[in-house]
């Protein structure tokens, strides 16, 4: 039940009508038996700084951020944190409304955290991956290894140039003597490396719904079994990709781990409470969860 007590959160993009986070936050609230509300908040990119000035000084305590605004809010906040500031980007937003009229606004990065919470799980370090996509969410996934130990990365695109300059930009994070290799994207290179790496990720959408049977990998062709295949889209859950790697004996990692793990990481910073990550679980569509 909202009244005038309850804590304000929500969703800032553009659009945000798709969004799970809103089922996800507030079963999660629920559980726990907070007065809080979790609501989609669509913000056309102009107004961006009007409407994230107006939300903190209407006393909102966080905020999550979605595509187009996670790197246009960076230089509307006070703080970020060292993840936020080595990725360029931003998902998760604090506000500190102590003094009312000036409220505090820190942005934090929970997708890297969501990315490796199954690999630490499992406890799969991997030596070597291949990253398949060069956008905001390779560059978590990049982030994310690196900070795991892997020691050497291989980042595949269709497009040379926006893998080149996502490893230059990178490179700079890594260990000395871990590289990142951009490499245009295609089946024989792909394969080939595959040969070699012990973890594929998949950031593009392709498998996505309803476009269910795109696949990054060549679908009349087996994996290597050595291979654990993890693939960001989740929804479906099981995609093509990680069809084709269960049936090659590959081990298999779908993206609603990291989805509901990213935002659980962002509630605790909000609440202190540690998410009831089984309730987050089951306020997903169930074709998602099979």
Request: hydrophobic content about 45%; glycine content about 8%.
């Amino acid at each position: 039940m909202i009244d005038g007590k309850t804590t304000l959160t929500g969703l800032l993009g553009w659009p945000v009508e798709h969004s799970l986070s809103p089922a996800l936050h507030n079963a999660a609230f629920a559980r726990l038996g907070l007065n809080w509300a979790y609501l989609p908040l669509p913000a056309p990119p102009e107004h961006l700084p009007e409407v994230l000035r107006g939300l903190a000084r209407c006393g909102f305590r966080g905020l999550n951020v979605t595509i187009p605004h996670k790197q246009a809010v960076l230089p509307l906040l006070d703080e970020l944190s060292a993840t936020a500031r080595a990725l360029g980007a931003v998902n998760t937003i604090s506000i500190e409304t102590a003094d009312v009229g000036s409220p505090r606004l820190r942005g934090d990065n929970t997708d890297v955290e969501g990315f490796l919470h199954p690999l630490r799980a499992q406890n799969i370090t991997p030596h070597s991956a291949v990253v398949v996509g060069a956008g905001g969410a390779a560059r978590a996934v990049i982030y994310g290894l690196l900070q795991l130990g892997t020691r050497k990365i291989y980042l595949l695109n269709r497009n040379p140039g926006h893998a080149l300059r996502l490893a230059q930009s990178l490179q700079p994070l890594a260990a000395s003597g871990v590289p990142i290799i951009p490499l245009p994207f295609g089946p024989a290179t792909l394969i080939e490396v595959c040969q070699t790496v012990e973890l594929l990720v998949n950031t593009t959408p392709l498998g996505m719904h309803p476009h269910i049977e795109g696949c990054v990998w060549p679908q009349d062709l087996p994996m290597p079994a050595h291979l654990t295949v993890y693939d960001l889209v989740y929804n479906p859950n099981q995609t093509r990709l990680l069809q084709i790697a269960k049936q090659s004996g590959a081990r298999a990692i779908g993206g609603l781990e990291m989805l509901i793990h990213q935002a659980a990481a962002a509630f605790q910073i909000w609440t202190g409470q540690p998410a009831p990550i089984e309730e987050m679980q089951q306020a997903c569509p169930p074709s998602w969860r099979n």
